[in-house]
């Protein structure tokens, strides 16, 4: 009963995503707010520009990776072949979506090892919500996460409001940072932890990288809302109470832009800028502020539900625009945009000030 649960709760997350608005509706990213400076004497030809990145030991076409996403339902096999082939094509990376259906029933596990298939050499990684991590014996529910699909890194997803507006939510965080610490710490391969939609501020990311986590994905507010998904679902089981809380919640958390520069406050922490990317312009400033590699979902859904070609059409036209980007910033390669001038303006120079954020050195570099 319970895989069967998970399952039909993974259909209803597809379907939710690709017909419903489930955007944020009133909270934005913060990038907006975050003005590259325009050279007018680039010192560089277009056709130069190296978009490549490195990842947590591996080489990236350019700093992006495909967000999770989904698995777990045979709708869902489809869907991540299509993402694993232009991510191959492309020299990108992938996240799969929780593989939790697949670790309860091993027939669903095709849904996932797909992604292994169509990209044999891209970078994988595997995906746990903190919720499996209550089981003792979460360190070998993580190792068989991993091996299912031959992942190269585990991310360990953090949903507190989704679980918070679920219906049939998970809420018993209790101890949740001692065990991801324990999981970091018995596996082989790197770890990311990876908020859903709600950000991450500077102390979680502070307590993250003391318990060993190797790279953070802020997936901060401003983009896909999962207490919107959660709204709809509960709304067509006639659950007013849980429709109330998700519409409540709508717009919960903190801004994608603001969550990027709170964590860049960490010395030495890797940092990934997901939560309502839209562009390759949001690409070229999230790692102006802070980000290693960025990570986009939603806008890669409809394009992946129609195939390969219709999701490689998108992220090239992504590429297009990070590399305009760079171009207009005179930035030949990723090192270089890490440091093109920019200036912070509006509510996230605001929330910067008032929370004490040094953002002294992005200051026209």
Same mark, same amino acid.
């Given at each position: ?124 990684s595997a995906n746990i919500g903190c919720s499996q991590l209550r089981s003792d014996k979460r360190t070998k529910i993580a190792r068989s996460a991993i091996e299912m699909i031959e992942a190269n890194a585990l991310t360990i997803h953090l949903n507190s409001l989704q679980e918070a507006v679920q219906p049939e939510g998970e809420t018993a965080f209790t101890g949740i940072l001692g065990q991801i610490e324990e999981v970091v710490r018995d596996l082989n391969v790197p770890t990311i932890v ?93 790692? &102006?502020?802070?980000? $290693?590699? /960025?990570?986009?979902?939603?806008? *890669?859904? =409809? ?6 070609? #219709? +999701? ?12 305009? &980007?760079?171009?207009? $910033?005179? /930035?030949?390669?990723?090192?270089? *945009?890490? =440091? ?6 509006? #509510? +996230? ?17």
């Amino acid at each position: 009963m319970t895989e069967e649960r998970t399952k039909g709760r993974k259909w209803d997350h597809i379907n939710i995503c690709s017909v419903e608005d489930v955007q944020a509706k009133t909270v934005k990213t913060g990038f907006e707010d975050i003005k590259l400076i325009h050279d007018a004497l680039p010192d560089l030809d277009f056709a130069s520009i190296d978009t490549s990145a490195d990842f947590l030991g591996f080489r990236f076409g350019c700093p992006l990776i495909i967000s999770a996403m989904t698995g777990g339902t045979e709708e869902a096999e489809q869907i991540n072949a299509s993402l694993a082939e232009a991510a191959r094509e492309l020299s990108i990376g992938i996240c799969v979506g929780s593989q939790r259906a697949a670790l309860e029933n091993s027939a669903l596990e095709r849904t996932y090892r797909v992604v292994r298939e169509k990209a044999p050499d891209a970078f994988i990684s595997a995906n746990i919500g903190c919720s499996q991590l209550r089981s003792d014996k979460r360190t070998k529910i993580a190792r068989s996460a991993i091996e299912m699909i031959e992942a190269n890194a585990l991310t360990i997803h953090l949903n507190s409001l989704q679980e918070a507006v679920q219906p049939e939510g998970e809420t018993a965080f209790t101890g949740i940072l001692g065990q991801i610490e324990e999981v970091v710490r018995d596996l082989n391969v790197p770890t990311i932890v990876k908020e859903t939609g709600a950000g991450v501020a500077r102390r979680e990311a502070e307590a993250l990288k003391k318990a060993g986590v190797h790279a953070v994905d802020v997936a901060g507010a401003g983009g896909t809302s999962w207490a919107a998904v959660e709204y709809y679902r509960a709304r067509a089981s006639g659950d007013k109470s849980r429709a109330r809380i998700g519409s409540t919640f709508w717009d919960w958390g903190i801004p994608t832009a603001i969550s990027l520069i709170e964590c860049s406050q960490v010395e030495g922490l890797t940092l990934v800028a997901s939560g309502g990317l839209r562009s390759g312009l949001d690409l070229a400033k999230s790692i &102006a502020i802070g980000a $290693t590699i /960025s990570g986009i979902a939603l806008p *890669l859904l =409809k394009p992946a539900i129609g195939g390969a070609a #219709e +999701v490689l059409g998108e992220i090239k036209t992504l590429v297009s625009e990070l590399q305009t &980007a760079m171009f207009l $910033t005179g /930035s030949a390669d990723i090192e270089s *945009l890490k =440091k093109a001038p920019l200036m912070i303006t509006g #509510e +996230v120079a605001e929330w910067a000030r008032l929370s004490n954020l040094d953002v002294n050195k992005y200051a026209r570099r």
